[in-house]
């Protein structure tokens, strides 16, 4: 009688073993097809979409006028990290809803913060994995690093300050005067970025401070520091 226990007990063993590693597997492949296959083909497609949509003009209207009655989804502008790639741009959506906009267009703008240019604080969040993944090398941003934000009307370029790892109740880091960055100041010119930290994981926040330190006019063309950049130089 013990031997038969013994047997079923190690048939049981067995099965749960094989079930284990068998998921194990599907979770890897599916990572897998994710990271080299989805994110690419995703990420691909928001450039090209981005790279479409022009500023608007009175005979074809694209960007969305900014205004605090902008639905969620709306796009009013392109943001562009030269850090990420020479040439990476991607569309700005308004607001943080996933299903409209971080999932479908990309960086969304939060609806409490500031728009560009403002004094205070110019948030957006993005996915740093899944969804075309457009904040993927948030982490890689050092000092130095410009980051151009394009509307209808103007240039804005934001410089990088520094980057924080907090908890997800951490709000305070997307205030007028972000909570947490060295040297902001009320009457500050500042742009936030936010995702997800660590990758596949929402258990905490990466945050990102960049200070405005030039604006221009549409009219007056590509910032000459983005032109720079996306040369290669």
Aim: glycine share 10%; proline share 6%; charged share 20%.
């Amino acid at each position: 009688m013990g031997k038969r226990v013994g047997t079923a007990r190690i048939t049981w063993i067995s099965v749960a073993g094989e079930l284990l590693i068998t998921v194990g597997v599907i979770l890897l492949m599916y990572v897998g097809w994710q990271v080299f296959v989805n994110d690419p083909i995703v990420g691909s497609q928001q450039q090209v979409q981005a790279e479409r949509f022009k500023p608007s003009t009175p005979t074809k209207p694209e960007f969305s006028k900014i205004s605090n009655k902008l639905t969620q989804g709306k796009v009013f502008g392109k943001l562009y990290i030269p850090r990420f790639e020479k040439n990476y741009v991607r569309l700005i959506g308004q607001g943080t809803f996933q299903a409209v906009t971080l999932n479908k267009i990309g960086p969304g703008h939060y609806l409490s913060s500031q728009w560009p240019g403002e004094v205070g604080n110019f948030a957006v969040a993005a996915h740093r994995t899944s969804h075309g993944a457009p904040f993927n090398k948030i982490d890689t941003l050092q000092t130095g690093d410009k980051v151009f934000v394009e509307t209808n009307d103007t240039w804005f370029t934001y410089e990088y300050r520094q980057t924080a790892i907090v908890d997800p109740t951490a709000v305070g880091v997307i205030a007028k005067v972000p909570e947490g960055m060295l040297g902001a100041v009320k009457g500050g010119k500042y742009m936030t970025m936010t995702s997800c930290h660590p990758k596949w994981s929402n258990k905490e926040r990466i945050i990102v401070w960049l200070e405005l330190v030039d604006e221009q006019p549409h009219t007056s063309g590509v910032p000459a520091a983005l032109r720079t950049a996306q040369a290669g130089a």
